[in-house]
Structure formats: structure tokens, C-alpha cells
């Protein structure tokens, strides 16, 4: 009888250890919000299906299968069964100077649209600093905020500010020296990277180039007009709208680069955005009706070599084209803009759709498919941007039209998302904290209402915003932008 006595206490305890290590104890995550049986999407390890992804405070800190993971009701749990889980989005080219009434919305647009970070590629530097310092105030309330002050242009410079179409965006340097000085000014003011514009000479912007290096600034913008891609492609970290690439890739080159620095010389006392024009105009159409198999093969692989990545901004540069701004729903958004903005542009839109597209927009249009073609297949990187609010780009709206259009010029819809996410978080080297979903970093995320490696348009389905850890559901995200109606 003893020795029962003694046994029975032994079966019980192991029977109930062995119950506990089949049903191992819920998990309990204070202060923290839990994101079950979602599908996460990224570009380093594309789907990942039924994930459960905890935050805290604005750090992603757990992310595992949902089945390995038994939470407590007592976390603060969001269901995502069904949803999918991107990054934030980057606008890789915004301008909050290009119209300066229309700055005061364009937080909220961005936000309402999935937007959490921005790279401002052009404005006066008082300007867009007050909206950096805002941005940096407030991580749960604005996107991220990346700027590159003034285009540092040469002289005449184009954004001088002669006309509606031209605000002053640039500062025109008249030398190296004073180029130099500007990139110190600009890098003392702190700027993020360091934007180099067409009307350079070669020696002031291999000038602009090696002072940003020195200092560790990025540089993009355009091939500057007296230079060819492939000299000035190891200058530059990124390119804007794909610029001045078609006149290296044309079968006389040579000849056009020629044209252009007498047209330089010559019009010297022009307005900078006139002479810009003209020259676009004299050569522009022929470069893209001639264009050599030869040239452009070693014009893309001088990009590559020299990690020159791509800002294609296509909404852009095939809008001429396609005219998206003419779709009822596109239309719709400009509800959102400051009333006199919208009038303005419905005005305009009204008068260019009376005129068809021109045969040099078709051209364009042909000619920026087939390099993008070319550029995917040769590897070369890209970021997407948009150019807002140049062109009737809604701020916010344009980046998933941008999207879609670089799935339709090569791109797959994971590698479209790569460009909106991890590619810009390289480029200002912060792959360590944005840009994947991952354990560590900052809880900038996107829940979708649908698949978008199944259509890259589905990134418009956005449900919930989180940003910086701050939740947005589609509720806060409609308020957000009713506000601004």
C-alpha cells in the first residue's frame, strides 16, 4: 500500500508534465500588437505564408509561422487572415517646392495612400528643410523625409523661377569653385544626398560629384547636356526620368553632343529652361528614331558597372502618352487637393485633351518601354518615383501608378515592390531598419486586402497603415483623407 501511495503522485506528475509539453503555455507580449495569419510579402524572401508579426513600440520584434506560436487572448492581436503584409512605400521623387500651397497636404496624401517615406529631389532649402524637421518631429504622423535641397544647375540654369512651370527650384553655379561651395553649404544645412542638373559644365559637375563623395552624399539627377551617359555615369548614384540616356544611345552620338555644346555656347544669354527646350526639341525625336543597338548596349553597361540606378518616374514620362490624369477615379482624387489647386488642374487637363497625343509622345513612349526592357534584363536597379506633383501626379496616388507601370515596362510585381521599398532604404543606407519585414526593424508596414504579386495594382487595397508602430486602420485612413477635402 505504500509503495502505491508513493507511486501514484509520480504517474500523475509525469502525466501532467507530459500534457504541458505537448500543450506548451500561450505567450504573452506586453505592451505589443500581435498580426496573425497574415501572408507576408518582401523582396528578399517574397511570400511567406500565415505569418504572425508582433510590434512593439516601432520595432518589428517577432516574426514566425503562426502555427509554431500560441499567444495569450490577452496580446492585442489584429487577424490577418487573407490580408498581405508589404513594407511601407517609398516615393523615391517628390518635390513639396514645385507648388508650395500644395505642400501643407502632401503628408497626409502620402499616408493615406501607403506612403511612409519620400525622397524630395528639388526645392528651395529653407523650404523643404521646414518639412524634413516636421517629418522628423513627428515619425508616427508624417512619412519619412529625405532631401536633396536645390538642383545645383550651371548657368543659365533651368528652375530659376521665370514662369509658373519653372519655380526656383536650382541654384546656377558659375564655376567649379562655386559648385563646391554649395555642395559644403548644402551638407552643413543637412541634406541627404545632393542633386547635379543639365546645364552643367563637365568640370563643375565632376566638381559637384567627387565633393559629395568626399562627403559621403549620394548624387543623382540628369545627364548634364554637355556630357554623354557613360562619362557621366560613375558620377552618379541614381538617374531621374531616364534623361539624356536616348542622346547617348542614338547611331550619331558624337555628332548630337557636338550640336548641343555649340547650342550651349550660343544661347548662353537665353533663359536656362528656353535653351534646355530648344535643345530638347533639336534632338530629342532624332535620338529616339535612332537609336543603335551598339551605343545603347554600351551605354547600359556602363550603368551597371558603375551601380548607376534608374528613377524612371514613368507615370511621368508616359503620361504625354496615356494621359491617366483623364480616368474618372484619377480625377477624383484631385477632391483631396487645396480647391484652387484642383480647378487649375482640371482646367488644364481639359484643355490638353482636346489635342491627341503627338507621334514624338508615341515615340517616347516606345522608346522608354523598350530601354526599361533592356535595363531589366541587364540588371540594372531601380527605384520608384513619380515626380509629384508635377503633371497632375497626385501625391500618394502616383506611386501605385507608378508601380503598375514598371510591371508593365519589364518589371515583375515583386521586383516593383523591391523599388518601392528595399532599393530606396539601400540607397540611404538603411537596409538594416527599413525596407523588409524583419526582426528589428522599424514597423513601417502596409496591410493589403489582396495579393499583389497576383496584380501589382493591388497595393490601392490598402486596409491597414502602420507607421512608425502607429496603427492606421481604413477607417483613420478615410478620415485622413476626408480631412483634406
Not at 11 to 27: D, G, R
Not at 354 to 366: E, F, G, L, V
Request: proline residues 5%.
Amino acid at each position: 500500500m505504500r509503495i502505491n501511495n508513493i507511486i501514484k503522485p509520480i504517474i500523475t506528475l509525469f502525466a501532467l508534465l507530459l500534457i504541458t509539453s505537448c500543450n506548451p503555455s500561450t505567450e504573452l507580449f506586453e505592451d505589443a500588437i500581435c498580426i496573425t495569419n497574415t501572408n507576408i510579402i518582401d523582396a528578399e524572401d517574397g511570400l511567406r505564408e500565415n505569418m504572425t508579426v508582433v510590434l512593439r513600440d516601432n520595432k518589428i520584434i517577432k516574426v514566425l509561422p503562426s502555427a509554431s506560436l500560441k499567444l495569450s487572448d490577452k496580446n492585442d492581436i489584429i487577424n490577418g487572415t487573407g490580408k498581405y503584409m508589404i513594407p511601407g512605400l517609398w516615393d523615391a521623387h517628390v518635390h513639396f517646392a514645385y507648388i508650395e500651397d500644395l505642400a501643407p497636404s502632401m503628408f497626409k496624401l502620402f499616408l493615406a495612400y501607403g506612403i511612409t517615406s519620400v525622397r524630395d529631389t528639388g526645392g528651395k532649402i529653407d523650404f523643404v528643410k521646414e518639412w524634413k524637421d516636421r517629418a522628423e518631429a513627428d515619425p508616427t504622423g508624417a512619412p519619412r523625409v529625405k532631401i536633396a535641397g536645390p538642383l545645383i544647375d550651371g548657368m543659365p540654369n533651368v528652375y530659376d523661377g521665370s514662369d509658373p512651370s519653372r519655380p526656383p527650384l536650382s541654384l546656377g553655379v558659375s564655376s567649379a569653385e562655386e559648385a563646391v561651395k554649395l555642395v559644403d553649404k548644402l551638407d552643413s544645412i543637412g541634406v541627404d544626398l545632393i542633386k547635379a542638373y543639365e546645364m552643367l559644365t563637365p568640370e563643375q559637375f565632376k566638381a559637384v560629384t567627387n565633393r559629395a563623395k568626399e562627403l559621403g552624399l549620394k548624387v543623382t539627377g540628369h545627364i548634364p547636356l554637355s556630357m554623354d551617359a557613360i562619362s557621366a555615369s560613375p558620377g552618379m548614384n541614381s538617374m531621374e526620368h531616364l534623361r539624356n540616356i536616348e542622346l547617348s544611345c542614338a547611331e550619331d552620338w558624337e555628332g548630337l553632343k557636338n550640336q548641343r555644346l555649340e547650342l550651349l555656347v550660343d544661347g548662353k544669354s537665353d533663359q536656362g529652361g528656353i535653351l534646355r527646350s530648344r535643345i530638347h526639341s533639336a534632338q530629342r525625336t532624332r535620338a529616339f528614331e535612332t537609336q543603335s543597338e551598339k551605343n545603347t548596349e554600351q551605354v547600359l553597361d556602363a550603368l551597371l558597372k558603375n551601380d548607376s540606378w534608374q528613377v524612371p518616374t514613368l507615370a511621368l514620362s508616359t503620361g504625354f502618352n496615356e494621359r491617366p490624369f483623364l480616368r474618372p477615379e484619377w480625377k477624383a482624387s484631385f477632391n483631396y487637393l487645396p480647391q484652387e489647386i484642383e480647378n487649375k488642374w482640371l482646367e488644364s487637363i481639359a484643355q490638353i485633351a482636346t489635342n491627341p497625343p503627338t507621334q514624338a509622345d508615341k515615340k517616347r513612349t516606345q522608346w522608354t518601354n523598350d530601354i526599361v526592357h533592356k535595363m531589366v534584363d541587364k540588371g540594372i536597379t531601380f527605384m520608384a518615383g513619380t515626380d509629384c506633383p508635377i503633371f497632375f501626379l497626385t501625391p500618394g496616388l502616383s506611386l501605385h501608378e507608378e508601380m503598375a507601370k514598371l510591371v508593365d515596362f519589364g518589371l515583375s510585381p515583386l521586383q516593383a515592390i523591391e523599388a518601392a521599398t528595399a532599393k530606396p532604404a539601400e540607397y540611404f543606407d538603411m537596409d538594416n531598419e527599413l525596407g523588409l519585414i524583419r526582426e528589428g526593424m522599424i514597423a513601417d508596414l502596409l496591410i493589403l486586402d489582396a495579393n499583389p504579386l497576383d496584380n501589382i495594382k493591388n497595393t490601392l487595397k490598402l486596409n491597414t497603415m502602420i507607421k512608425d508602430g502607429k496603427i492606421y486602420n481604413r477607417t483613420a485612413l478615410d478620415q485622413m483623407l476626408q480631412s483634406l477635402d
